[in-house]
């Protein structure tokens, strides 16, 4: 079963325009992490932020913001006023408290923001 | 300081080929992480150590040999590929090894194998 489902295989938006990622999740431990990753053209995937489960507060770091809702399992990343260097496919991935090692990633979404 | 290296940066072989790939931190990590990335997909874990020790080889077909001789330094010996081998490796690392520990990744390599 998917653990981690990005439904948006590629968003193209105008520079300036506002995108919303969305990822949702699925797992039945009650500790786990969620991260979101850029990763632009040269290959290196960027750390973007993480969360736990137990902290359901959203966030913003610029023009980046993240809302984390336990009650419809999602963890969706928004872009505010984008700009051609957001282009990037960008994952989330989920961590589980029993999961071990493993760090499961979703299928990516690709961002093209056009001047 | 977040970085880590990959050398080469890109990487062609022939299938009768040696050549290895080199993975390096300095800050102190003390999990390390190979995975392999095929074009528009997710990159697929291949193995990790922890504190240089081998911790989770995920199946991974005897071609692809890993060796992490210090704790600072990550090697993925690779012999006798296939074409079908040709990805984009990554290495990343982690503070430890727990569920929360977020993986930071280096540029990885381009590995082309004719």
């Known amino acids: 079963a998917q653990k981690v489902t990005q439904a948006q295989t590629e968003i193209s938006v105008v520079e300036k325009e506002d995108v919303t990622l969305d990822c949702v999740y699925e797992?039945?431990?009650?500790?786990?992490?969620l991260f979101w990753y850029k990763q632009p053209p040269s290959g290196e995937l960027v750390f973007l932020i993480r969360?736990?489960?137990?902290?359901?507060q959203n966030e913003i770091s610029g023009r980046y913001s993240w809302n984390f809702q336990k009650s419809t399992s999602s963890f969706n990343f928004t872009i505010t006023a984008s700009q051609v260097v957001d282009s990037a496919v960008y994952f989330c991935?989920?961590?589980?408290?029993?999961?071990?090692?493993?760090?499961?990633f979703g299928a990516g979404t690709r961002l093209f923001v056009k001047a | 300081d977040t970085e880590v290296t990959q050398t080469p940066k890109h990487l062609v072989m022939g299938m009768t080929n040696k050549k290895s790939l080199k993975c390096e931190q300095h800050?102190?990590?003390?999990?390390m992480y190979w995975y392999k990335q095929k074009a528009k997909k997710p990159p697929e874990l291949m193995f990790v150590?922890?504190?240089?020790?081998?911790?989770i080889n995920e199946s991974v077909p005897s071609r692809f040999s890993p060796e992490c001789p210090n704790s600072s330094l990550l090697n993925l010996h690779l012999h006798a590929l296939q074409p079908e081998d040709s990805a984009l490796y990554l290495c990343?690392?982690?503070?430890?090894?727990?569920?929360?520990?977020?993986?930071?990744f280096g540029p990885g390599t381009r590995l082309l194998v004719l």
């Open positions: 990343a690392s982690s503070q430890g090894v727990s569920p929360e520990e977020t993986q930071y």
């Open positions: 797992t039945r431990d009650t500790t786990y992490y």
């Open positions: 969360r736990n489960s137990f902290d359901e």
């Open positions: 991935a989920l961590s589980e408290a029993t999961g071990g090692f493993k760090t499961i």
């Open positions: 800050m102190g990590h003390r999990a």
């Open positions: 150590y922890s504190y240089e020790k081998l911790s």
